[in-house]
């Protein structure tokens, strides 16, 4: 049974940092891709990041592209988000998600495990 637990959210000023984890667990390919969502209250779920378990090819939304960096520790099955230079519009439940295969997929509809999310808020 696969399970991803994220955590690091949290509470932070406009400009500061945080850094949000996924530890996965339960998955049996060595393969596949790892991904950030983000999700605000009355909006549909918006990819922000992804990367693949076996090479670290990545993949970003523009919104976060420069601010944002995803990366993995393959020997923790853990996949991280450092978040630099937050802005309040960066307030959300951020989303871990993981799919099989290569491909860095932007949709929702793509990946088949995620976690329970963690709250993000970004005050001005």
């Known amino acids: 049974q696969v399970q991803l637990v994220e955590s690091g959210g949290g509470l932070v000023q406009a400009g500061g940092s945080l850094r949000l984890s996924c530890a996965a667990s339960g998955l049996t390919f060595s393969s596949g891709v790892m991904a950030w969502f983000l999700q605000t209250p009355g909006k549909e779920r918006e990819f922000v990041a992804a990367i693949t378990r076996s090479s670290g090819s990545t993949n970003y939304a523009d919104s976060v592209k420069g601010r944002f960096t995803i990366s993995r520790d393959s020997a923790k099955n853990t996949v991280y988000l450092q978040m630099n230079s937050l802005k309040p519009e960066d307030t959300a439940v951020y989303y871990c998600?993981?799919?099989?295969?290569?491909?860095?997929?932007?949709?929702?509809?793509?990946?088949?495990?995620w976690g329970q999310g963690t709250q993000v808020t970004v005050s001005s």
């Open positions: 998600a993981a799919r099989y295969g290569h491909i860095l997929e932007p949709r929702v509809v793509g990946y088949s495990y």
